[in-house]
């Protein structure tokens, strides 16, 4: 196995009427085949937008990662919308995230409903069975805001994920 990223990559997830209308993929990458760094990934109503200080990592997180979570299967995927930001990431495993890069903020509250620790064999991700680990802890609530606006919904899926170590059978 060829370790492709070390890191940490809370999420958030917000419905309204059981439809999904945003999935937001904060990454803190210590270490990764594209560098080091932190971004934001937003889903948001058929639009996809990669926030960052580094752009390549950005779309990378974007294109090799958050497009193929379960999260967003069966949405439209448009090329990312590679926004030039520093990120501000305050993650605390005791009480939750807040996250904010240019216009987007997003917000997991906790305390943790629960700590595991997860391993999941065959992540497929663009057809490649990934190893992924990680500590992964459920959070009750959180909020996504772009241009200032709260995005319109309940928060079905908000967790930390921590301790994350994604690894391909070779060198991709």
Do not use: K
């Amino acid at each position: 196995m060829s370790i492709r990223l070390i890191g940490a990559n809370p999420g958030l997830t917000v419905s309204d009427g059981g439809r999904r209308v945003a999935f937001a993929s904060v990454w803190r990458t210590d270490w990764s085949q594209a560098g080091s760094g932190r971004a934001v990934v937003l889903w948001h109503e058929g639009h996809t937008r990669a926030l960052g200080p580094d752009p390549a990592l950005a779309r990378w997180l974007a294109e090799e990662f958050t497009r193929h979570f379960p999260e967003v299967a069966g949405l439209p995927w448009p090329e990312p919308e590679v926004t030039v930001t520093p990120v501000d990431m305050e993650l605390d495993l005791t009480v939750g995230l807040r996250a904010s890069a240019a216009d987007v903020t997003v917000t997991i509250d906790g305390p943790p409903l629960d700590r595991r620790s997860c391993r999941v064999e065959d992540f497929n991700l663009g057809g490649v069975p990934h190893l992924l680990t990680n500590v992964y802890m459920p959070c009750p609530a959180g909020t996504l805001a772009v241009g200032g606006v709260p995005v319109v919904g309940d928060t079905t899926h908000a967790f930390l994920a921590d301790a994350e170590v994604w690894s391909s059978p070779a060198s991709r």
